[in-house]
Structures are given as C-alpha cells and as structure tokens.
C-alpha cells in the first residue's frame, strides 16, 4: 500500500504542477488566509477522488462533464466581475483598504465549491480513476489527494509572498482578472475543444486583457473626478490676504 501511495503522490504531482488549479490556488491565497484556501482545497479533493477512485473508469461516462465546466466557468465569471468592480469602486487610500463582501461570505465554502467544480471532469481526477484500476483504492485515494494538495501548496506558498509585496488594491485586480481567465478558459475548452492549449489560453487572454483595460480607465476617470472635486474644494483666499 505504501507503494501505491507513493506512486500516486508522484503521478498526481507531477500532474499539477502548472495546472488550472495551481493558479487557482494562488489566486485564493492572495484574498484569504492560506489554511483557510489549504483546507478548502483539501477537502473538495478529498471528496473528488474518493468519487473517482469508487466509480472507476465508469465515472467519466456517468458525469455530465460539459454541464460541469459550464457551471464552473460562469462561477468564475461571475466571481472575477464581483471582484473588480469592488476594486474599481474602493476608496484610493491605502491605509484603509476595502474588505470585500466575497471575503467575508464563508470564504472556506467559496474555495470548496470552486474546486468541487473545477476538479470534477479534470484530468487528475481520470488518473486517480485509472490507478484505482489496477492498485489499492484506499493508497489511489490517499496519495492522489497527498500529491494534489501538496503542489497546491506550493502556489499557495507563492501567493503569499506576492500578498506581502502588493497593495490592497492591486491585490484584488489581479485576482479579478485571474478569475475571468479561468472562466473563459474553461469556456472556450468548451466551444472550442481541439483548440490546444496554448492556443486556447492564448484566445481566453483576451477577456482579462479588454477587462484589464476597461478597469484602467475607470480607475483613471475616477481619480480624475476625485481630483478636480478637492481642487473645488479649496478655499479662496481674499486678494488682500494674497498680497
């Protein structure tokens, strides 16, 4: 059993390392505290891989996987569009930053609900079922949610370091845009499936990228704003006081 765990951890690592969910990871460790993401992400995996390795090769057939993705990708959206629009209409000063309301609503559920749905249907999730196959399931299930978690907590480990040196607002941009990657990523896995991935990524970039930019200019005209109502809020000294 040791051997089959062992094996899976590698597989599955291996399997992460520069996936969908590393970067989901980091995008979550950058707007919550790292054990809350670590045991969202620990749990949704658990509960994914105890399905893939119970059903077996069965289970790809039995999930409606196209419904899935839709889901998840409209969750992102919608979770990206929440998340900027809070970034475009927070206040400028940095000593008081905006909490948002998403941060504050169960974060833990959001974490588990977002890798629920991103997990089921994913590649890792059909090579936990593959190994179940042929070795025992109780060391599959252990070792694929071992490997899993632990090259999510190597993202986990860079978003805290990128948290530290980044302001507020910064902070909650990116993770936005991020957000929007993943959703129409996952969209045009959909409409597009024969795309390829560099390809695919490269037409999912846009939608952050028009964003990005609509988010710039608002940002701007807001400060701009902002700066001519102080201006008229100056007081007008009388000529003779001036002199």
Do not use: C
């Amino acid at each position: 059993m040791i051997a089959t765990i062992l094996l899976s951890v590698g597989i599955v690592f291996l399997a992460e390392l520069g996936d969908k969910s590393q970067l989901m990871a980091l995008t979550f460790a950058l707007r919550y505290r790292w054990w809350v993401v670590l045991g969202g992400i620990a749990t949704a995996t658990a509960v994914v891989h105890v399905i893939s390795v119970a059903v077996g090769h069965f289970l790809g057939a039995a999930l409606p996987t196209t419904a899935i993705a839709v889901v998840a990708a409209l969750t992102f959206l919608a979770v990206g569009v929440w998340t900027l629009r809070e970034n475009v209409d927070a206040d400028d000063d940095e000593d008081t930053p905006k909490i948002s309301r998403l941060a504050t609503a169960a974060p833990f559920l959001v974490v588990l609900s977002a890798f629920l749905l991103a997990e089921l249907g994913d590649r890792t999730m059909f090579a936990t079922a593959a190994l179940a196959t042929d070795y025992d399931w109780a060391g599959v299930w252990l070792g694929s949610t071992i490997g899993m978690v632990a090259a999510d907590a190597l993202a986990i480990a860079v978003g805290i370091l990128v948290g530290k040196h980044l302001p507020e607002r910064a902070i909650g941009i990116g993770s936005g845009l991020l957000f929007l990657f993943f959703g129409s990523l996952t969209l045009t896995g959909i409409v597009w499936p024969n795309l390829g991935t560099l390809l695919g990524a490269a037409v999912a970039l846009a939608v952050p990228l028009v964003a990005g930019a609509v988010v710039y200019a608002l940002i701007r005209r807001r400060a701009a704003a902002t700066g001519r109502a102080d201006a008229d809020e100056l007081p007008v000294l009388p000529a003779d006081e001036l002199r």
